[in-house]
């Protein structure tokens, strides 16, 4: 199949101050798009700052640049699918670019229903990539993101209530996380899958050894499923978290619940009362943060041995939007 390369300037032409203006500063990008593991498709320009541009990869694929300058130049690179004429946005990467006259690379991989969106030059297998579980429903119905537990998601006969996320070898303060699983009637349950994935101590999320999709690949390599007990309890083993390197955001765990064969969604994060940055903010902001999707997510941890433990249980769907309630198994 030939491969159509068509740009679309979407800015307005008085950003060129007139026919005659010298070329405004941008971007030059070195992209790679790599069709399910059948070909490449290379694609080279150069993005004005301020500008956006669509350019065609391959039928209903299109790559859309934008460049802007908030104070330091970024871009954001979507892979989109218009088919049918609506504008679906498959994977994207935001970061900030390199200096005039050096090019940026990057890479996509179309895997069928999954995508792969790296910050280098060689696009990811499709081959590669993880078994993907089938998503239970989610919700709200617009988190796309909310399936990215599924992706290398083990048995649901091997995930039990005690797992560990971070390895022995990995650097960092040990950490407990546990909890218990709560109905809307407040009472235990058990069979609900737990996932959770946070950062090194360095407030990196470290890369996976294979690469993911963009449903799970940002998550990185610490991660984990733990599945409720008869008393709705969880534990993790795992690490402390860092900040995020010149952020002011807290230290935090991200958690999913997965209600087998019913729901999936996003509840709060938990963030740590001790934490240095969480105690820079201020009553309200704390306030804000409190009483969120899943019950309170704001922990206080204990000192045990060399470690630390916290504690934070879950209420299934509160505040989740458009939430209903599965059907307890007899």
């Avoid at 179309?110 to 089938?134: N, Q, V, W, Y």
């Avoid at 690949?217 to 309890?233: E, V």
């Avoid at 010149?246 to 991200?254: E, L």
Wanted: glycine letters at 10%; charged letters at 20%; one cysteine or more.
């Amino acid at each position: 199949m030939r491969v159509v390369l068509v740009v679309a300037l979407l800015s307005s032409v008085e950003l060129f101050g007139g026919a005659h203006a010298a070329e405004p500063p941008g971007a030059s990008f070195d992209i790679r798009v790599n069709l399910e593991d059948q070909r490449v498709v290379r694609l080279g320009l150069s993005v004005p700052d301020g500008t956006t541009h669509r350019l065609q990869v391959d039928g209903d694929l299109s790559l859309e640049l934008r460049v802007w300058s908030p104070g330091e130049r970024w871009v954001r690179a979507a892979l989109i699918n218009t088919a049918g004429g609506a504008v679906h946005h498959l994977g994207e990467v935001n970061r900030a670019t390199l200096p005039d006259g050096e090019v940026l690379s990057l890479s996509f991989s179309e895997c069928g229903d999954r995508f792969i969106t790296l910050s280098a030059s060689t696009p990811g297998s499709c081959a590669g990539l993880p078994p993907m579980a089938k998503p239970d429903r989610v919700f709200p119905e617009t988190c796309g993101y909310c399936t990215g537990p599924y992706e290398d998601m083990p048995a649901m006969t091997k995930i039990t209530s005690h797992e560990r996320i971070a390895p022995l070898s990995e650097p960092g303060e040990p950490l407990t996380l546990t909890g218990r699983v709560l109905g809307p009637d407040g009472q235990p349950r058990a069979g609900v899958i737990v996932y959770a994935y946070h950062t090194g101590r360095n407030g990196l999320y470290p890369p996976p050894d294979v690469a993911r999709s963009d449903f799970s690949n940002f998550h990185g390599r610490l991660r984990g499923w733990a599945r409720s007990d008869a008393q709705g309890r969880y534990t993790f083993d795992t690490i402390r978290p860092g900040n995020y390197p010149n952020s002011t955001i807290p230290q935090h765990i991200h958690m999913h619940v997965i209600e087998p064969g019913c729901a999936t969604y996003v509840i709060d994060e938990v963030w740590f009362t001790d934490d240095p940055m969480f105690q820079r903010l201020s009553a309200a902001e704390r306030e804000r943060e409190a009483p969120g999707a899943g019950g309170p997510a704001v922990v206080t941890p204990q000192r045990k041995g060399s470690g630390w433990v916290a504690t934070r249980d879950i209420h299934l769907g509160e505040k989740v939007p458009g939430y209903e309630p599965c059907r307890v198994p007899r």
